[in-house]
């Protein structure tokens, strides 16, 4: 049992360290940003770390414990981060070029709204700090070529934003 908990904790230390590496290295990647928030996706790896924490953290104790739960909140923050820039889109472990996104659909009454990509059927949902307007974001977004959707059954909920 020893041996399994040594295993899944340098295993966990070394998947932390590399999503958290890539995942700066994917913010320096957009550029300069213009807005950035909070995402909602997680990564199998992301997951598959989080799994391996957990083992530990159960079957710990002391305060070792607790600098591990630090660490999976700071992997955690800086994965779940979007960052919108002037080359491109961070969302998750991922990177986006503008070209890849088809068009945008904005929720009414609030700065939050959803990425089409070119040749996938999930979108990408976005929820900016509140300081950013939504007039702002739609402003950039259609400054990169990115036009907004609009279906006219969700026109009670779902629209352009303001």
């Known amino acids: 049992?020893?041996?399994?908990?040594?295993?899944?904790?340098?295993?966990?230390?070394?998947?932390?360290?590399?999503?958290?590496?890539?995942?700066i290295w994917l913010r320096g990647r957009v550029g300069q940003i213009r807005f950035d928030g909070q995402g909602k996706q997680q990564s199998f790896l992301t997951i598959v770390v989080f799994i391996l924490g957990g083992?530990?953290?159960?079957?710990?104790?002391?305060?070792?414990?607790?600098?591990l739960f630090i660490i999976a909140f700071i992997v955690h923050y800086f994965v779940t981060r979007f960052y919108v820039g002037t080359k491109g889109i961070k969302y998750g472990t991922r990177f986006y070029s503008f070209d890849q996104v088809r068009s945008y659909r904005g929720y009414s009454d609030t700065n939050e709204l959803s990425l089409f990509l070119h040749g996938k059927?999930?979108?990408?949902?976005?929820?900016p700090r509140i300081s950013y307007h939504s007039s702002t974001i739609r402003q950039i977004l259609e400054q990169e070529g990115i036009e907004s959707?609009?279906?006219?059954?969700?026109t009670t909920e779902h629209g352009t934003m303001k």
């Open 1 to 23: 049992m020893l041996s399994f908990q040594i295993i899944s904790l340098i295993v966990y230390l070394g998947l932390s360290a590399v999503i958290l590496c890539h995942s």
């Open 55 to 67: 083992v530990y953290l159960i079957s710990s104790t002391g305060i070792l414990r607790y600098g």
């Open 121 to 127: 059927t999930n979108d990408i949902y976005l929820r």
């Open 149 to 154: 959707v609009n279906d006219p059954e969700d």
